[in-house]
C-alpha cells in the first residue's frame, strides 16, 4: 500500500522579491518540516534571485505566471490550470494583490484557502479605499482563515470589512535571533572609512524606498541632527540600505543639503545582519506599517528604536524601554528623539540590551513557525 502523499502547500505571491513578507515566507518554508508539507511559490508576475535563500530550493516547485499590467486574464488561466495539476491540499495567498486568486483556488477545487495580509498598500495606506473594502468582503467568501501580522489589521479586518472575528487568526512575524545579533566587529571593516570615520555615531534603517515607507522622513530628519550635534562635538552619519524610486530623490536631498558625505545609501544588500551591528540607533518613518521585519531584526540584534506611532510599530516599541515612538511624518520630532540617543551611549545600551530581550522571548522566529504549523495542522489534519 502506498504511503499517504505529504500535502501540498501553495503560497501565492505578487512578486517575489527582496521584502520583509517575502523574507517572512522563505523562513518559514525554510523552517517547517519537510516530512509533514510540501511547498511551491507561485508569483503572479515575477521570481526574482531572491529564491536563491530557499534551503532546499530543488525540493521546492517555483512558477511564475508572467501576469501583465492591468487586467489580464490569461494569467489567471495559468493559474487555474495549474492549480488542477498540482492539486494543492492548501492555497495561501498574501495581501490583496494575491486576494483574487483565492477565487480561482475554488474553482479549481483547492480545499483550503487561506488568506495572509501583511501590511499596507501603498495605493491605500489608511485602509479607507471603498472598493478594497469591498474586495476583501466579497472574496472573503472564499477564504477559510484570514492571517494577521498584527493587532492592528487584525482589528481592520473585523472592524472596518467585517469579516468574522473567528476567521481571523494573528500571528506576528519572527526573527532568527541566531542570525541576528549584535557582531564584535570593527566599523570600518564594513562601512567605507570616508563616510564613517572611527568615533563617529551611525544612524541606521533597513527600508524600502517608497512613498509608504517614507525613506525622505528620516533623510529630513538626518538633515536637521547633523548640524545641531557638530555643536556639541558628536559626528553623527547615516547608513540606508535599501532601494526603490525615492532612493534618487534621497541622495538629491543630500546633496543639496551638503551632507551627501555623510551618508550611504549603498541600495540592496544581503549582509544585513552585519550592517545592522555597524550601526548605534535604528529609525523606521514609515506612514504605515503592518508587524516590521526591519524593527524586528534590529530589536534582535540589540538596537534602541526609533518608529513613527502607526500600525503594528506600536505594539512592538515599548516606549521608554526598547526606543521611542514619534508622530507620522514628523522630522522635527524624529530629530529631537535621535538627538537624545545620538548623545547618550548609555542609553542606547540600555534600551537595545531590552530590545533583543524583547526579541528572544515574545518575537523569535520558532515561535512564529510553531503557530504557522498548529495552523496548517489544524486546517490539514483536524478539519
Known amino acids: 500500500m502506498d504511503a499517504p502523499l505529504v500535502p501540498l502547500i501553495v503560497n501565492v505571491v505578487f512578486r517575489l522579491d527582496y521584502g520583509g513578507m517575502e523574507n517572512g515566507i522563505v523562513n518559514l518554508i525554510n523552517q517547517l518540516p519537510p516530512h509533514r508539507y510540501r511547498h511551491a511559490i507561485v508569483a503572479l508576475t515575477d521570481l526574482t534571485d531572491f529564491s536563491d535563500r530557499l534551503k532546499h530550493k530543488d525540493a521546492i516547485q517555483l512558477y511564475s505566471l ?8 490569461v494569467a489567471y488561466v495559468r493559474l487555474f490550470k495549474l492549480l488542477r495539476q498540482l492539486k494543492p491540499k492548501v492555497v495561501h495567498t498574501r495581501n490583496i494583490g494575491t486576494l483574487d486568486c483565492l477565487f480561482i483556488a475554488w474553482l479549481a477545487g483547492v ?5 495572509g495580509e501583511h501590511g499596507w498598500d501603498t495605493h491605500d495606506p489608511d485602509g479607507n479605499n471603498a472598493k478594497y473594502i469591498w474586495i476583501r468582503r466579497m472574496l472573503g467568501i472564499f477564504v477559510h482563515q484570514f ?3 498584527s493587532k492592528d489589521l487584525r482589528n481592520y ?3 472596518r470589512v467585517g469579516i468574522r472575528c473567528t476567521k481571523v487568526r494573528q500571528i506576528c512575524n519572527g526573527v532568527d535571533t541566531k542570525r541576528f545579533y549584535r557582531r564584535d566587529i570593527a566599523q570600518q571593516s564594513l562601512l567605507p572609512s570616508p563616510i564613517f570615520p572611527p568615533e563617529c555615531v551611525v544612524v541606521g534603517s533597513t527600508t524600502r524606498f517608497n512613498e509608504i515607507k517614507d525613506p525622505l522622513n528620516l533623510i529630513r530628519a538626518f538633515i536637521l541632527l547633523r548640524p545641531r550635534m557638530a555643536l556639541h562635538g558628536v559626528d553623527v552619519r547615516l547608513l540606508m540600505v535599501g532601494d526603490g524610486p525615492l532612493r534618487s530623490v534621497a541622495l538629491k536631498m543630500l546633496a543639496d543639503a551638503g551632507e551627501h558625505h555623510a551618508a550611504w545609501l549603498p541600495g540592496s544588500r544581503d549582509d544585513i545582519p552585519e550592517l545592522l ?6 529609525v523606521l518613518g514609515s506612514s504605515r506599517e503592518g508587524i516590521s521585519n526591519t524593527l524586528l531584526e534590529s530589536m534582535a540584534t540589540g538596537l534602541p528604536l526609533i518608529a513613527t506611532a502607526t500600525g503594528g510599530n506600536v505594539e512592538l516599541i515599548e516606549p521608554g524601554v526598547t526606543g521611542e515612538l514619534v508622530p507620522v511624518a514628523d522630522s522635527e520630532a524624529m530629530a529631537r ?11 542606547r545600551s540600555l534600551h537595545g540590551g531590552a530590545a533583543r530581550i524583547r526579541a528572544e522571548t515574545e518575537y523569535s522566529l520558532n515561535r512564529m513557525i510553531n503557530a504557522y504549523r498548529d495552523l496548517y495542522d489544524t486546517w490539514i489534519y483536524l478539519s
Open 277 to 282: 551591528s555597524a550601526m548605534d540607533v535604528y
Open 111 to 115: 480545499p483550503i484557502r487561506i488568506h
Open 157 to 159: 479586518l473585523v472592524d
Open 147 to 149: 492571517v494577521t501580522v
Open 337 to 347: 528623539v535621535l538627538a537624545v540617543y545620538v548623545s547618550d551611549p548609555a542609553l
Open 66 to 73: 508572467r501576469k501583465k499590467h492591468g487586467k489580464d486574464w
